[in-house]
């Protein structure tokens, strides 16, 4: 006797997701995964911080008392945006969108093919791995979409979600190419956060005119809606954490405008300045001052250090006291003027800032609040597109140089097809309105969509108006896992040699040996850091500027990238 057995019932877009085959959700990283948590959480420093930050000396160890000498002691420099018009022209803006949970990247969504192109279609059987019934299958170049140049599935929930928030005059600026990738299914170990790598390959950039160093960021060089290391759901690679960049927590307009303090929209009052100038002279723990130098005394010298020598100085050993320039001692001083330079930033703020509204997205109408903002009213009362508007905000605008944004629920194999094309549908939504955001800030940005592993169909199709005759999803699967990157640019469509690093095989499995990333998740974002040095024509620094890269000599890395120069 056959049984047909009922579609399972579509959950609300907040509704978090209840499997009877996963435990009961714990750790915070379930909970958002599963979709009971957003981006909410708390920062704590270690006690000794305070020990550390506290001045030795009433008047401050050094004798500087004006944010102009210490700014260039600090690297910091304002840029050619100047704190407050739309857009930036420095480095290419960087986001991830981090979906936590394994959601479906490929197949219902990018098209990725067996070797050599996405339009080498894998087979019927895979495409129904992937969550496509036969009467969707793509056959060939006329029957998938390429409006991101990145060929898409045309009934892709992500692609409609993008629609739905950005023209067509601005997608046809958008290029795109799609990673296969195996990654751990439901857990935040997955090292595919490439925020850190990019960071760092900023120092490959020639400065800008008037600048020390290349500037990416004003305000903060990474930001990201959750409390973590990575600034999201999944982790960083572990070679390029750099604890000084550590993301600044943004999940909200609030978070924004305590950036760059309080006020009713205008720049800082001298008084506050004031204020800030004074933390600024946090003492280093150094007995010496300008006006009062020690004998015997030798600069001290740090790696990559901008500290002005005149006025950080470390006592010469003697046999009383042998040990004052080890390599501890100057590790200990270089932390101390790391966090005096924190405060000396906050001072260099104030003084540049153009006021709490030149950063809060709730007063820029672009984003929300006219009739044709990007966002809706209705659209704003929603909290992944209020902190989307956080990040969006600073990151296209150069306030900050990169940003995470986690979006929770995605681990939707719930056995319906619904409830996926609703999660999917509004991270496009979200992707979309940044690509709206930049195009009207004529601004290039590149965009990682990043998930922990992904999902199979259950081979039973969803005829419910929202489950639109597509597969259900039934269980995890590492095996079909993916990254895409698009890139936009107010040029015209960025230049793309390919639109698929890897391949799969004809199941709609990766080809675990197609890309050095295949297998390997911390490669991964070693690819995305290669193709955003590309856009920004500086792809032949990786080696130097990341001597412990994977991904092998020169021509090897020439077969990982995609994009060239923005020109």
């Known amino acids: 006797m056959y049984i047909l057995k009922k579609t399972p019932r579509a959950h609300g877009p ?31 420093a270690p006690a000794w911080l305070g020990a550390l930050l506290k001045s030795q000396r009433a008047e401050g160890a050094v004798g500087l008392t004006s944010i102009q000498q210490l700014q260039a002691e600090c690297a910091l420099q304002t840029p050619s945006n100047v704190g407050g018009a739309l857009g930036t022209t420095g480095p290419v803006p960087f986001i991830t969108i981090d979906l936590a949970g394994g959601a479906n990247l490929m197949g219902s969504e990018a098209i990725a093919g067996m070797a050599g192109s996405p339009t080498n279609f894998i087979s019927a059987a895979g495409f129904s791995r992937l969550g496509v019934p036969g009467n969707m299958v793509p056959t060939s170049s006329t029957t998938i979409d390429m409006t991101l140049g990145l060929p898409f599935h045309p009934d892709s929930a992500i692609l409609r979600g993008i629609k739905s928030k950005a023209s067509a005059l601005a997608l046809a600026k958008v290029n795109g190419v799609v990673i296969p990738a195996i990654s751990q299914n439901d857990t935040n170990s997955n090292p595919l956060n490439a925020m850190y790598f990019i960071a760092k390959a900023v120092s490959a950039l020639a400065p800008g005119p008037g600048q020390l160093a290349p500037t990416f960021g004003q305000y903060a060089t990474l930001v990201g809606t959750n409390a973590t290391t990575s600034g999201g759901n999944s982790m960083a690679p572990a070679i390029s954490v750099d604890p000084t960049l550590q993301p600044t927590r943004i999940a909200s307009s609030a978070d924004n405008t305590a950036l760059v303090g309080s006020g009713s929209g205008a720049a800082a009052t001298q008084l506050q300045v004031d204020v800030q100038q004074a933390q600024a002279s946090i003492s280093t723990g150094v007995n010496a001052s300008p006006d009062q130098k020690a004998t015997g005394v030798v600069a001290a010298t740090f790696d990559g250090s901008l500290v002005d020598q005149s006025t950080l100085t470390l006592v010469k050993p003697t046999s009383d006291n042998p040990g004052p320039n080890s390599a501890a001692d100057a590790a200990n001083l270089a932390l101390k003027e790391q966090l005096r330079c924190a405060y000396v930033k906050t001072a260099f703020t104030s003084a540049v800032s153009k006021g709490p509204n030149s950063v809060n997205p709730d007063k820029d109408l672009v984003i929300v609040g006219a009739a044709n903002s990007i966002f809706t009213a209705t659209d704003y009362t929603d909290g992944d597109v209020k902190k989307t508007a956080a990040v969006m905000k600073l990151v296209i605008n150069g306030f900050a140089g990169a940003g995470t944004i986690v979006l929770g629920g995605y681990d939707y194999h719930s056995g319906n097809r619904a409830d996926g094309e609703t999660k999917n549908q509004h991270a496009g939504l979200i992707i979309g309105a940044i690509i709206a955001y930049a195009d009207a800030a004529n601004t290039p940005v590149m965009i990682n969509i990043i998930s922990d592993g992904s999902l199979t169909s259950t081979g039973m199709a969803d005829n419910s108006t929202a489950g639109r005759g597509k597969l259900g999803w039934q269980g995890d699967s590492q095996q079909v896992a993916a990254s895409i990157i698009l ?24 080809n675990a040996t197609s890309s050095p990333g295949a297998n390997a998740p911390n490669l991964v974002p070693q690819i995305v850091a290669l193709n955003w040095m590309a856009l920004n024509g500086i792809n032949s620094a990786f080696q130097a500027t990341f001597p412990m890269q994977g991904l092998g000599a020169t021509t090897a890395q020439t077969a990982l990238t995609a994009f060239s120069k923005i020109t």
């Open 14 to 44: 907040n509704e978090p997701f209840k499997h009877e085959n996963h435990p009961r959700p714990v750790t915070r990283r379930e909970l958002i995964g599963a979709g009971f948590l957003s981006g909410g959480a708390m920062v704590m």
């Open 487 to 510: 890139v936009y640019s107010p040029k015209g469509k960025p230049a793309a040699t390919v639109n698929q690093i890897g391949s799969l095989n004809s199941d709609g499995t990766v």
